[in-house]
């Protein structure tokens, strides 16, 4: 018989193996939007930072190109200051330029640089002298003394201009030199204090640590969670400054498949602390509700006294609460980071890179029912102090000279692992786009 | 024909066209295996959906290590159990049909003329919970033990339950071959 057994087993076996059955069409017509819509956080993320990637890279480019453009103009406009400077102390009421010749001479030199004008009135330098003494002296009028007519009136009006323009920027300078070093150099801000906040997607754990863990992890799935905080940063340099603050961070991860029930209670006879184990990814929960009674819809996560066969949750009548369990965890960080300006404009470009210390201060494992948490119990062999790496990209926006807009965003790597559970030793990475105020001092 | 890795890489890259034509090439097969441990065509249409959106999630943790058939397999079976234990407490045991005394002796008998589809609608007529049993231990290779583990059952609970299977299993295909026969002799 037991080889008709075994006969049995294998027709089975070897009648079915290749087998195939065209499946009705509409069963991937509702695949594919449940396919797409579990998909759109994660793309709807790549593409924020895509999107800050570009944006960052075409505002510098843009700015660039600027400068380069501004660069190339320089000399023309540098001569075109000096020009309109040299037209106004020609047009000067002190002066009154009224001969026909000069005015058409004027007229030519209007738009000619001062390089060129200066050319122009040299050559009128050799007509009749004029004492150095008449040149400087301001309230000396050629005109008036009746000692230069026409081309040589023009003459010594185009050389008194000049001379009063040099005059003038010889003042100037002499003005700056008196002027105290400490207030010509620019007052700097060497602190500032950071406000940021962030939705945090955890893209995924390094799944190679073992197969247990990745049964483990086929049911589970990251949850987007939220950081922020306040950080201050000392600026060492105009470029780089090191920064720390305290950052609260949570994360979660969401258990499919795991079904618990409330109303256990009266059930329960145990002496000891816990009735029911969970294996995760993460590390084992172990519940501390005694209401509640945990069920494995999908495998043997579920580890208890009260399995199937002694304890039936329906016989029972037990309220059935929900299908998912929720892990949660919450972190008090705080970074010690590096920025590096790369660009200092009106949008600075900064990269950002550091560690962090995170200490646990929140663990809690909750199912769902009507929108509310359930407690269900805690996640053993958490580690209560992690450290993470962060490297990162700023832009920041000068709203004021004191105040600006910030955003980063930001990878993050956990060095050391969740839980010290054999096997499981997860490392989770995320990514954030932080956003907030600054404010320097 | 695309390299599966590649099909692999555009579906997580959320391409379109990858995801459709992993489903194409597998569906047909995974269906089949749908089918297997489902009693109703409903329910296998809702296994091999709920199973395909699962391997599409889950694509990012596959290694590339093993044949990716036989992962696609698992996540199909895995979705099938939940489906059980899900209505676990729905089903119960139904009384073996009256089906006439196998004549022929199943150590000896030759099946060879059985058709696949034929050997499908015997295993799904079985009760779901033997069915179950059947399928996990003689067609995926678990033990006893673990399906007592899978479906929270006792370990001699499991082997009682694929006694029966196999004993109702062995006279439906009897009862088949003699029907056949008797169809061929004219």
Redesign the interface.
């Known amino acids: 018989m037991a080889d008709g057994n075994v006969n049995i087993d294998l027709l089975f076996r070897n009648g079915l193996k290749d087998y195939e059955v065209l499946p009705p069409p509409e069963v991937w017509n509702n695949i594919l939007p449940a396919v797409r819509k579990k998909q759109k956080p994660f793309v709807f993320l790549r593409a924020a930072a895509l999107i800050a990637v570009l944006l960052s890279l075409s505002i510098l480019g843009y700015r660039w190109s600027r400068e380069i453009i501004i660069q190339m103009q320089n000399p023309e406009l540098a001569s075109n200051e000096e020009s309109t400077q040299y037209r106004n102390n020609a047009g000067s009421p002190g002066t009154a330029v009224k001969s026909p010749a000069v005015k058409q001479r004027a007229s030519k030199t209007k738009n000619m640089p001062a390089a060129q004008l200066y050319s122009a009135a040299i050559p009128v330098l050799d007509g009749p002298s004029i004492s150095p003494e008449e040149n400087f002296n301001p309230g000396n009028d050629l005109l008036k003394s009746g000692k230069l007519f026409d081309m040589q009136d023009y003459s010594a009006v185009i050389q008194k201009s000049i001379f009063q323009a040099v005059n003038t920027k010889n003042k100037v300078k002499d003005d700056l030199k008196e002027i105290p070093y400490k207030e010509l150099k620019e007052k700097t801000n060497k602190w500032s204090i950071t406000a940021l906040a962030s939705p945090t997607y955890y893209m995924g754990r390094d799944r190679s640590v073992s197969d247990v863990a990745d049964k483990m992890g086929i049911s589970e799935k990251s949850m987007v969670s939220y950081s922020g905080g306040v950080s201050f940063a000392y600026y060492l340099t105009k470029k780089l400054s090191i920064q720390s603050g305290l950052y609260y961070s949570s994360v979660g991860n969401q258990i499919d498949g795991i079904s618990s029930f409330s109303g256990f209670s009266p059930y329960d006879f145990t002496k000891g602390d816990h009735n029911f184990e969970v294996f995760t990814t993460n590390g084992i929960i172990y519940t501390e509700n005694s209401d509640v009674f945990l069920l494995d819809r999908s495998g043997d996560r579920v580890i208890t006294k009260y399995n199937n066969d002694v304890f039936d949750p329906a016989k029972a009548n037990l309220s059935y609460v929900n299908n998912t369990l929720y892990q949660n965890f919450s972190y008090l960080e705080m970074p010690v980071f590096l920025r590096y300006k790369l660009i200092d404009k009106i949008i600075d470009f900064n990269i950002i890179g550091g560690v962090s210390y995170n200490i646990l201060v929140n663990n809690s494992v909750n199912a769902h029912v009507d929108g509310n948490n359930y407690y269900v119990g805690k996640t053993a062999g958490l580690n209560s102090i992690l450290v993470s790496s962060s490297l990162g990209m700023g832009l920041e926006y000068s709203l004021t000279n004191k105040i600006s807009l910030n955003l980063e965003p930001t990878f993050k790597y956990y060095l050391s692992p969740f839980n010290m559970m054999e096997g499981t030793k997860t490392h989770p990475y995320s990514f954030g786009i932080f956003s907030g105020l600054s404010f320097k001092f | 024909l695309p390299d599966i890795k590649n099909i692999i890489k555009g579906c997580l890259a959320?391409n379109?066209r990858d995801?459709?034509l992993l489903?194409r090439r597998h569906?047909?097969?995974l269906?089949?295996v749908c089918?297997?441990y489902s009693g109703n065509d409903e329910e296998a249409?809702d296994i091999?959906?709920e199973g395909?959106?699962?391997i599409?999630?889950?694509l990012?943790?596959y290694?590339h290590e093993g044949s990716f058939e036989g992962w696609m397999r698992r996540?199909v079976v895995?979705?099938a159990?939940?489906k059980f234990?899900?209505n676990?407490?729905l089903y119960r045991v139904d009384d073996i049909d009256l089906i006439p005394e196998p004549d022929a002796?199943?150590?000896t008998?030759d099946?060879s003329g059985?058709e696949?589809?034929d050997?499908?609608n015997i295993?799904r007529e079985l009760p779901p919970k033997y069915r179950m049993v059947?399928n996990l231990?003689?067609?995926e290779g678990y033990s006893h033990k673990e399906i007592g583990?899978?479906?929270?059952?006792?370990e001699g609970?499991s082997k009682s339950n694929l006694s029966r299977a196999?004993m109702i299993?062995?006279k439906k295909?009897s009862y088949s071959m003699g029907v056949n026969k008797k169809a061929v002799n004219g």
């Open positions: 959320g379109r995801q459709e489903y569906s047909a097969r269906y089949a089918l297997q249409r091999l959906q395909f959106i699962k599409f999630e889950n990012v943790h290694k996540i895995n979705t159990l939940e234990r899900s676990h407490n002796d199943p150590e008998e099946y059985l696949a589809v050997l499908l295993i059947f231990f003689a067609i583990q899978m479906i929270s059952i006792s609970t196999r299993l062995q295909v």
